[in-house]
Nanobody
């Protein structure tokens, strides 16, 4: 079955950088719009960033705009999230999500958890002040 495996999480200090990766298997990656979500302790899961099939379009939550960059490499079925200027408020479990079979070539999604077909198990990011 489809697998999404996140990596790259860890414990960093405020203003540090971290790069998350998501490796997809058994997924038609190039036909899937991809996204990142996160969930902090005691809080609801929230959207972070999304990218279209072709990588032509991206979309970010206001809270991370200008600090995070989502990217993808279709030849390697890999999704990435470069996180700069991290804040303690970015502490959360980060999840990779796929919207498989996205017909709209330029749609940067999923933007809601329910929009995705597949989800990873998550990777913990902890930012200390």
């Amino acid at each position: 079955q489809v697998q999404l495996v996140e990596s790259g999480g860890g414990l960093v200090q405020a203003e540090d950088s971290l790069r998350l990766s998501c490796a997809a298997s058994r997924l038609t990656f190039s036909s899937s719009a991809m996204g990142w979500f996160r969930q902090a302790p005691g809080k609801e899961r929230e959207f972070v960033a999304a990218i279209s099939r072709s990588a032509s379009n991206t979309y970010y939550a206001d809270s991370v705009k200008g600090r995070f960059t989502i990217s993808r490499e279709n030849t390697k079925s890999t999704l990435s999230l470069q996180m700069n200027m991290l804040k303690p408020g970015d502490t959360a479990v980060y999840y990779c999500a796929a919207r498989a079979g996205t017909l709209n070539y330029n749609y940067a999604g999923p933007r809601r958890w329910e929009e995705a077909n597949y989800w990873g198990q998550g990777t913990q990011v902890t930012v200390s002040s």
